[in-house]
């Protein structure tokens, strides 16, 4: 009779952990979207504190972010432990680059010159060689006669993604103090400076942002904001990915058209038409298993051409940081994005834990937190 009463009371015990464990992963599967992007958050951020070898992710901070509203009321959260510094693994850096440059050269690849195409060449689509274009007369008056990039050499480049997790961490002056900035798809800059920072030596510019962000110029509104956009990357490269897809060519036409008749400038630069499968090759070589990779790691790859330190910033494939808190697609809209949609072209969650490995190594320096306060 005890021993049946005993197996009863083991038998309640157990259920009621199933019923625990089950509510807890329901949770963290409302938290994070569905069972793909659980894993890779967890992969990816659960080891964020934990201690390397070559230096840890930056998540320091110390002055507490504001509360954000949960699926399930509101709640505090503590601010970010600050971690042991960042260490520079040049050996690494120099490995890196040897090895990338068996696939491409930035200097090369970062455009296509004036004295391999003409006006009225047909090309095909990196991405859609079923479809064709033809180079227009105002396309071919703006590729570079060299490189943008040729010679050239730095000590250490900021490369600026587009994440929320810029936003409340006063990164501007840090990212401003790097001897070249490179940012993407003409994210504003002027009113986020505080976080951002304002100086651009390189900035992407891919078709699809031409209709998303300035209403695909159809109109002196639209243009006038596209005009105002360009104009605080007064100096700076702008790199246009023409070649990739169908779909953009009358967007980049139009963008053409304008900083020819307004004299904007900018140094136009259009990728060539084998440098997103050289990237992809080399990513591939390494066991990164990409579709197609984001600009933020073809700019990465680039950089490691002409760039002795890369620092990341802005670069966060997901809906909560490290502490909870919700983050935005882009810092600057309301624009939501699924991270691991199968649709999608990109895998940003898994570019996202390379880098993070990268990170770890000392091979670039990743920052998700607020940055030091200039001394």
């Not at 021993?3 to 009371?9: A, K, P, Q």
């Not at 992969?43 to 509203?69: D, H, M």
């Not at 503590?78 to 890196?96: C, D, F, Q, V, Y």
Request: aromatic fraction near 10%; hydrophobic fraction near 35%.
């Amino acid at each position: 009779m005890r021993l049946e009463f005993r197996s009863w009371i083991f038998g309640i015990v157990l259920v009621l952990v199933i019923f625990l464990i089950f509510a807890d992963i329901s949770e963290l599967e409302e938290e994070f979207g569905d069972t793909g992007g659980r894993n890779s958050m967890k992969s990816a951020v659960g080891s964020l504190r934990s201690k390397s070898n070559s230096g840890e992710l930056i998540v320091s901070s110390a002055v507490p972010l504001p509360a954000y509203e949960r699926s399930k009321g509101s709640m505090q959260f503590g601010t970010e432990a600050t971690l042991p510094k960042w260490r520079h693994n040049k050996t690494l850096s120099l490995k890196i680059r040897k090895n990338i440059l068996k696939f491409l050269d930035a200097e090369r690849d970062i455009s296509v010159l004036k004295g391999t195409l003409k006006p009225g060449d047909t090309i095909h689509y990196i991405f859609d060689r079923g479809s064709t274009m033809n180079i227009s007369k105002n396309l071919y008056e703006l590729l570079p006669e060299t490189s943008p990039l040729k010679g050239k050499h730095f000590k250490n480049c900021a490369i600026v993604g587009n994440s929320g997790i810029l936003l409340n961490k006063s990164c501007g002056q840090e990212i401003d103090s790097h001897d070249f900035v490179i940012r993407c798809n003409l994210a504003p800059i002027v009113e986020y400076a505080n976080d951002v920072g304002v100086k651009t030596n390189l900035v992407t510019m891919n078709p699809s942002v031409v209709q998303r962000a300035f209403g695909d110029l159809v109109n002196e509104t639209w243009q006038e904001k596209f005009l105002a956009r360009l104009h605080s990357f007064n100096g700076s490269i702008l790199w246009i990915p023409a070649f990739m897809v169908k779909g953009g060519e009358e967007r980049v036409e139009r963008v053409n058209d304008i900083i020819i008749n307004n004299k904007i400038h900018v140094q136009t630069s259009y990728p060539s038409l084998r440098l997103p499968h050289a990237v992809r090759g080399y990513w591939l070589t390494n066991k990164v298993n990409i579709k197609r990779p984001t600009t933020g790691l073809l700019m990465y790859t680039l950089a490691t051409r002409f760039c002795d330190e890369i620092h990341l910033y802005g670069f966060w494939p997901f809906h909560r940081d490290q502490n909870h808190y919700l983050v935005k697609y882009h810092y600057y809209d309301t624009l939501k994005y699924g991270y691991n949609s199968q649709s999608s072209p990109h895998a940003m969650p898994l570019e996202f834990k390379t880098l993070k490995s990268l990170h770890e190594k000392g091979a670039l320096k990743l920052t998700v937190g607020e940055c030091g306060r200039p001394t």
